[in-house]
């Protein structure tokens, strides 16, 4: 039985997004195309019809996921009370529920580690995402009427992951360091939200 275009094209859509989810959670080798169909709810077989490689669906995944969350940062920025968005964006982000959670919520976060062992559309996928993540974020950082600094955007950014990544690494071992970094990186920022 022929499926429609538009069928289809919500079968390649929670293909990705399962994707995403699993690749997140558990890292690229670590989920195979049966598992990830699997979890889309399609057949294995199905699979390539819809992408030539699992290196191709891993691309697409990314650029998704960097998608979705320039597209937070960019909501923030466009938000009419951009302060009190940008307050709850940056506590939300260096929150215990974000550490705590089985899977990073942030693309950049999840995906970023693994980029140097990755081929060149995915790396290049997430920088694309990267890019327009950062441009969002520094029109959500930028004080009313004055122009975006991306350069405070990058540093914040950088701080905000790496102290995500240390408060992750943490939490079990010392979870009093864990809390500490995050409060700390929270408090260093010197954002105006």
Do not use: W
Not at 84 to 90: E, M, S, W
């Amino acid at each position: 039985m022929r499926i429609s275009r538009e069928q289809a094209e919500r079968n390649r859509r929670k293909v990705v997004e399962a994707a995403d989810r699993l690749f997140r959670e558990k890292g690229f080798d670590q989920v195979a195309v049966a598992d990830l169909m699997r979890a889309a709810g399609l057949t294995h077989g199905g699979f390539y019809n819809h992408f030539e490689s699992k290196t191709a669906l891993e691309t697409e995944a990314v650029a998704h996921a960097c998608a979705r969350s320039a597209a937070r940062a960019r909501a923030v920025a466009e938000t009419p009370d951009r302060r009190a968005a940008l307050t709850q964006f940056l506590d939300g982000y260096l929150s215990p529920a974000m550490r705590d959670a089985p899977a990073p919520r942030c693309a950049l976060l999840a995906y970023g580690a693994d980029m140097p062992r990755h081929d060149a559309a995915t790396r290049q996928a997430f920088a694309d995402g990267l890019d327009a993540y950062l441009d969002n974020f520094a029109a959500a950082l930028a004080a009313p009427d004055a122009a975006p600094d991306r350069a405070q955007a990058i540093s914040a950014f950088a701080s905000m992951v790496g102290s995500l990544v240390l408060a992750r690494a943490t939490k079990d071992a010392n979870p009093d360091l864990s809390d500490e970094i995050l409060k700390a990186a929270r408090a260093g920022l010197n954002v105006e939200a």
